[in-house]
């Protein structure tokens, strides 16, 4: 699977399965050196597995309401071929990437329930944004965006 060279999103986040409405399974390929923002999951409960390459999961607290410096890291780990990792807003925020330069990796995510907003946080500021989802593709089909590219890949 390629991260579709030449795209201008950092990764490509593809739908398989959307659940009825309860979960969405998503296919997530992450160029060489490509990650995510840091971000939250609007109270949805993230499982991920890697299907191919090393993905670095660095994870984060919530920035104080008032805070308006370098955002805390909590802890940091590579996540390898087959192994699964799980998040959810009360254990906090995180950021995956793919620390390789020369490989592409790929990943395999459920959300439930399914979100189409979440907020990125600025890691110098801890300021949130609130971004809308999109996907690159759905059951296979290639996706136009809106805006032409998509807002955030999470």
């Given at each position: 699977m390629s991260s579709s060279p030449g795209e201008t999103c950092r990764y490509t986040r593809n739908l398989v399965d959307s659940g009825n409405g309860k979960f969405n399974l998503m296919i997530l390929c992450w160029g060489e050196g490509h990650g995510s923002s840091i971000h939250d999951h609007t109270d949805s409960h993230c499982f991920m597995k890697i299907l191919q390459g090393n993905l670095k999961e660095t994870l984060f607290e919530w920035p104080e309401k008032k805070m308006n410096g370098?955002?805390?890291?909590?802890s940091e780990r590579v996540l390898r071929e087959n192994q699964c990792a799980y998040i959810n807003d009360?254990?906090?925020l995180h950021r995956v990437e793919n620390i390789s330069h020369t490989e592409t990796a790929v990943s395999l995510h459920l959300y439930s329930p399914p979100f189409d907003?979440?907020?990125t946080f600025d890691q110098r500021t801890g300021h949130k944004h609130k971004v809308t989802m999109t996907f690159y593709s759905q059951f296979g089909e290639r996706t136009v965006c809106a805006t032409g590219t998509p807002q955030e890949n999470n």
């Open positions: 370098e955002m805390t890291k909590k009360s254990i906090g907003t979440c907020n």
